[in-house]
């Protein structure tokens, strides 16, 4: 099996296995496949274990801290997972939201990247969110503070709330 076959067929099996349905795909993308459940959750499927692993140990980390929001924007909480299917079961929000963990790193697993990468990133990010960067400054610090660095950063993992002005 590849690394991006079978996404659909080990959700199936998670779901027969901790005996939850399978609803809507709620999205896609380089990271996996994540499904709406009937049991008001939703599930993430993942290409790889690297990405598994790093994305697991966050939300662990988060949730052994309680953390359900970083700076009024919803984070989902873990309720369950399964190494075998590389798969992580979580709460589903709704905007303002924080998500995404597969690319972050803990603690000292941190990638340095050279000052002109960093600066290209950071430029990037404030075209994305505008005026808003300073709250996506704000959400970044939050989550160093509980020793996750957040590499993957754009509005569709940190979201705001449409009807929201810029301040």
Same mark, same amino acid.
């Given at each position: ?6 996404? *659909? ?15 809507a ?7 996996g ?6 049991? !008001?959750?939703? *599930?993430?499927?993942?290409?790889? !274990?690297?990405?598994?692993?790093? +994305?697991?140990?966050?939300y662990q ?17 873990? +309720? ?14 709704? !905007?303002?939201?924080? *998500?995404?963990?597969?690319?972050a790193? *803990?603690?000292?697993?941190r ?23 300073w709250?996506?400054?704000?959400? !970044?610090?939050a ?25």
């Amino acid at each position: 099996m590849g690394p991006t076959s079978g996404l *659909l067929d080990r959700a199936e099996r998670y779901s027969t296995l901790y005996q939850i349905r399978l609803g809507a795909r709620l999205g896609f993308g380089k990271d996996g496949t994540i499904w709406r459940t009937d049991a !008001r959750t939703a *599930l993430k499927v993942f290409k790889t !274990r690297d990405l598994y692993v790093r +994305e697991l140990a966050a939300y662990q980390r988060l949730r052994e801290r309680g953390v359900a929001e970083l700076c009024g924007h919803d984070v989902p909480t873990l +309720e369950q997972w399964d190494d075998d299917l590389m798969a992580i079961e979580m709460t589903i929000v709704e !905007r303002p939201f924080v *998500l995404d963990f597969a690319s972050a790193r *803990l603690d000292g697993d941190r990638i340095e990247f050279p000052p002109d990468v960093v600066e290209e990133q950071e430029a990037r990010i404030r075209e994305l969110f505008g005026l808003r960067v300073w709250k996506v400054a704000a959400i !970044r610090a939050a989550l160093e503070q509980h020793g996750i660095h957040m590499t993957d950063i754009h509005p569709g993992n940190i979201a705001f709330v449409e009807s929201e002005e810029d301040e």
